[in-house]
């Protein structure tokens, strides 16, 4: 107070100056409407629609661009969550403390016309290739029946999950379905929202009997879940259909027919293409009035609401006004169309008999910044151009690449001098003959750009781009026909190597202990002859596994014979089909499931402990099996949910065998690839199992989610238990000398990895999530949601300790150290804040995630565990033990490599005919130097030269105010004692 009172004066003329600095830089007010709420008031008896908003301007956006509403009333609901109830016309005006009502006021005039945008000098772009033949796809590992070793065999029928054949037409006639493809949800049916939602990125589209719906999402996100949020479509119909069907699917396309058109669905596309074929009625439209509208460039300033006739050269563009979209649409050359545009819709229709193919595509998500109904702007009132000047560039591009249209496509892997090297080639040809080529264009999502090559080969348009659940995606340009993705190699061990001074303890706990000891540890009986389900077993014989490769590690080759005798013991019996719940083969979907054991305890109160005996109540020989009907039994096996993470285990387990024991790896060895096939089969040329069943190529991750048809779409939870399944085939593939299974295991698992470390484990140094969700990590990952919480609890251990199962030398590959510095505090409050932790036994995860930065006190924790963390009961530490744990720390604890799949990529920009990859990458990948990934606000005619000066001035009077404080000209805390105050506690460990 002494000091400010001293230089008081010399404050208040800076302050005064600064001010005076800031109102000269400020226009007037802009012109249009604006969003006005009364307080107090609330409208009731016509409510529309209710959703969650983060402020008052919002819930008016979302009024504008809902059919039917007039007033949006704000309030906040019982959890505390600012909630968005829209009102139609009937609605009567109600006082009501803590809501508010809120409406455009529309007296500031309409909104301007966008302003022609600067451009740079064009670059040359180079001649497009031809399109080749597609390559072969991936030899079968095996073509063996299942049945043939011993699975049987059922077919689904009555109230059980059938295929909809009827939404289902494939040419090639394939007998194995796709189940948790992304595109599946188009023969699944209607969802509990009446929907069927693929989400292509940037697109979501749904597919009904009459055509085919289009929707471009925006974000809405929360504390706790980030979410797509469709409220509006366009409708592409052919007329006169009465049905859909899927003719042709492969790993990043989907073909669907309605007979007089047809729609190739291609994954990261940024046009929709459909194929008219003698259509009655062929229109392209939307339920929304028009800002502008152009015809080849020429604008039709008043268009008809009924209707007019026009010539199409070969464009029409048209800005929306309920969601400031600029769209376009192509249509063959010169062709004959009708368009009608009145306040509540617009549309572009065909002459009767039409045959042609048009595409759609969205250019612009926030043309002019005004009406607030643009959840894609950069600022408020603020579009795109403004934030952005090169924005055309990717109307341009669009521009560039529509006349690039694709059939199928086929996915490849192979081992190239500096990595692994996944493409997509795409079977492309000319949209429309006569026109000129041009080159393919898709949409890059973040990882996706931290594993494109800079070779020459492909250009990254950085203006424009798209806002999705993947953070920022952009525009990228190929002048061939195929994408290329680099992933570089990495260490996959069985094992590792421990620090020599922890050996002892290790044994300790692995032999030393009496009975508590690891060595002894066995299955419980009943388990042992299968009253379980495939998930649970997995993990128990996965748990016998890491302890006979620690055995063997650390020469204790009697130990590991006795381990491996049980694990051998018990898993055959799986593959043998004399356990209790048996595994069959699925002729429906063509895949392996589990039958399911109905457990039931007869009491005995006579007998010694525990007084009684289990039984199964159904007969699996006859396939009686609960399975079938109940889609949450053996946690939905026979509804496709999760077999990556159940056959994940026998699969790792079976290589740890393979390893040892090779004349077992002979006689099961094409039990266990029937479960290799199940999951991963890499070929369509296996006639009993869908190709990669869990793998979704385009996003570099897997789904979990099987023939369930959800309104938030395809999911996952664990992704650490998919990257276990990789990881079994992988080692399985070696143990055996099957390349091919090595191969795809390895392939699966670094696209994993690397997608996990963008959309599992939220990078500090990139805007994948917005601000407002406020986790270092994601529970659950959907097509349209993600969220921070598990399908079993949202407690916060849970949801970072589900991401760390289990616990083998591969999950340090996910866990980079800066991340794990960011990460693991949170974990450890969630941990430490909770005795469930313990009693669940997740706290064995936070030690494992611990050691990755804090190996010595990751130690010290694991010795002071309790043996019940590791117990049956424990669902978190069961599939683990203290030797296992003492061994991680040990061996991988501060693990530090050269490199880290997350710190790609090796590129920072990406330019036809010039090879940048030698430029030295920062750690950042685009390093927020995105226009539209800036947090920009409207500033429309500030000098840069005024800020400095005012940023300037400040600083000085700071300068002086700190010197008078070290002079004791006034009090307060001297200079060290707020570097004390604020150091960090404790040593940290990061990349530099």
């Known amino acids: 107070s002494e000091c400010l009172f001293f230089f008081g004066p010399m404050l208040r003329l800076g302050c005064l100056v600064w001010l005076c600095l800031i109102l000269s830089t400020c226009g007037a007010p802009p012109m249009g409407p604006k969003c006005v709420c009364q307080e107090g008031t609330s409208y009731d008896g016509h409510d529309i629609k209710t959703l969650p908003v983060n402020d008052e301007g919002q819930c008016c956006g979302l009024c504008v661009t809902t059919p039917g509403c007039k007033i949006g009333v704000v309030a906040k609901n019982k959890a505390g969550t600012l909630m968005c109830r829209m009102t139609g016309s009937k609605a009567k005006s109600v006082k009501k403390d803590g809501a508010k009502a809120c409406f455009w006021d529309r007296s500031g005039g309409a909104s301007p016309k966008p302003k022609p945008s600067p451009r740079p000098s064009p670059k040359p772009l180079p001649t497009p290739k031809a399109p080749k033949t597609l390559p072969d796809t991936f030899p079968p590992v095996s073509t063996r029946n299942p049945e043939a070793e011993g699975y049987l065999g059922t077919v689904r029928s009555g109230s059980e999950a059938v295929p909809r054949y009827n939404l289902m037409c494939f040419d090639d006639k394939r007998k194995p379905m796709a189940t948790n493809h992304w595109w599946v949800p188009a023969v699944l049916g209607p969802n509990a929202a009446g929907k069927n939602y693929v989400t292509t990125l940037p697109y979501v589209v749904n597919c009904e009997k009459n055509g085919l719906e289009v929707a471009y999402p925006w974000i809405m996100s929360q504390k706790k879940i980030v979410q797509n949020i469709v409220n509006r479509h366009w409708s592409i119909t052919p007329g006169m259909s009465d049905r859909y069907c899927v003719r042709r699917a492969d790993e990043v396309t989907f073909t669907v027919t309605w007979g007089a058109m ?70 063959p050359p010169n062709s004959p169309v009708k368009i009608k545009a009145s306040p509540s819709t617009f549309g572009v229709s065909f002459q009767s008999g039409f045959s042609g193919i048009a595409r759609l595509a969205l250019i612009n998500n926030c043309t002019t910044g005004l009406d607030g109904v643009s959840p894609h702007c950069p600022g408020k009132d603020t579009p795109n151009e403004e934030a952005d000047p090169y924005i055309q560039d990717y109307a341009d591009a669009i521009d560039e690449g529509s006349n690039v249209c694709t059939d199928k496509a086929v996915v490849t892997t192979e081992k190239v001098a500096k990595g692994t090297l996944v493409q997509y080639h795409y079977q492309d040809h000319k949209c429309w003959s006569s026109l000129p080529d041009g080159l393919k264009t898709m949409i890059a999502l973040p990882h996706h750009l931290a594993v494109t090559p800079c070779e020459g080969q492909t250009r990254v348009i950085k203006s424009g781009g798209h806002r999705n659940l993947r953070g920022l995606s952009l525009a990228l340009q190929i002048s061939g026909h195929s994408w290329p993705l680099l992933y570089p190699d990495y260490e996959i061990s069985w094992i590792g190597q421990p620090d020599k001074e922890k050996v002892d303890t290790i044994l300790w706990a692995l032999k030393g202990r009496n009975e508590t000891s690891d060595e002894h540890y066995d299955i419980r009986y009943d388990m042992k002859d299968g009253m379980i389900d495939p998930y649970n077993a997995g993990k128990l014989f996965a748990k016998l596994a890491r302890l006979v490769l620690i055995s063997d590690q650390l020469n204790e080759i009697p130990i590991r014979d006795k381990i491996m005798d049980r694990l051998r013991t018990y ?22 499931i589990s039958c399911g054991c ?29 399975t079938f009907q109940d889609p949450n039994f053996d946690f939905g096996n026979a509804y496709y949910n999760d077999h990556h993470f159940h056959y994940g285990y026998f699969i790792y387990s079976s290589a740890v065998l393979a390893k040892f024991d090779t004349e077992w790896a002979k006689k099961y060895n094409e039990k266990v690839l029937a479960l290799v096939r199940d999951i991963a089969n890499p070929s369509p040329s296996d006639p009993y199992f869908t190709t990669f069943r869990y793998f979704d190529f385009f996003v570099g991750h897997s789904w979990a989610l099987g023939i369930y048809s959800d309104p938030n779409g395809k999911g996952q939870e664990s992704t650490s238990e998919a990257v276990n399944a990789w990881y079994g085939i992988y080692l399985y593939g070696q143990a055996t000398n099957q390349p091919l299974v090595q191969t795809v295991g390895e392939t699966l698992l670094q696209m994993e990895v690397h997608s996990t470390n963008f959309y599992w484990h939220v990078p500090s140094n990139q805007d994948i999530y917005p601000k407002e969700f406020k986790h270092t990590i994601v529970g659950i990952v959907h097509d349209l949601i993600v969220e921070f919480q598990t399908y079993f609890g949202s407690n916060g251990f849970f949801v970072h300790g589900i991401q760390l199962l289990p616990v083998t030398p591969v999950v340090h590959l996910m866990f980079h150290p800066f991340w794990v510095q960011w990460g693991f505090p949170r974990f450890q409050e969630y941990c430490i804040g909770d005795p469930f932790c313990t009693e669940s036994g997740f706290v064995t995860f936070m030690i494992a995630e611990q050691a990755m930065i804090d190996k010595d006190g990751a130690w010290s924790a694991a010795l002071k565990l309790p043996d019940r963390v590791f117990s049956l009961e424990c669902a978190g530490g069961n599939g683990n033990s203290l030797t296992n744990t003492l061994y991680f720390i040990s061996a991988w604890g501060n693990h530090k490599r050269e490199r880290w799949l997350s710190d790609e990529p090796t590129c920072t920009t990406w330019e036809f005919n010039a090879d940048t990859t030698s430029e030295k990458a920062p750690a950042i990948p685009l390093g927020g130097d995105h226009p539209v990934a800036k947090s920009v606000r409207a500033q429309r005619a500030t000098s840069l030269w005024t800020w400095i000066i005012a940023l300037f001035c400040i600083i000085a009077i700071a300068l002086v105010v700190l010197y008078a404080r070290q002079q004791g000209w006034c009090g307060g805390p001297s200079s060290q004692d707020e570097a004390e105050e604020i150091a960090p506690k404790g040593a940290g460990y990061g990349t530099g």
């Open 262 to 331: 047809e729609s190739t669905i291609v994954r990261g596309s940024p046009y929709i293409t459909v194929n008219f074929k003698k259509a009655q009625e062929a229109t392209i439209g939307t339920g929304q009035g028009v800002r502008t509208l152009y015809l080849d460039g020429e604008e039709i300033p008043s268009p008809s609401s009924v209707g007019a006739d026009y010539t199409a050269k070969h464009k029409v563009t048209v800005t929306l006004r309920d969601s400031d979209e600029t769209w376009v649409i192509y249509v």
């Open 571 to 592: 898993i055959s019996r799986w593959y043998d089909h004399t356990t209790k719940n048996l595994l069959i083969y699925d002729r429906s979907w063509g895949g392996v």
């Open 598 to 626: 109905r457990y039931i305890w007869i009491e005995r109160r006579d007998w010694p402990e525990p007084h009684g005996y289990p039984i199964c109540g159904n007969n699996g020989s006859q396939l009686e099996c609960p």
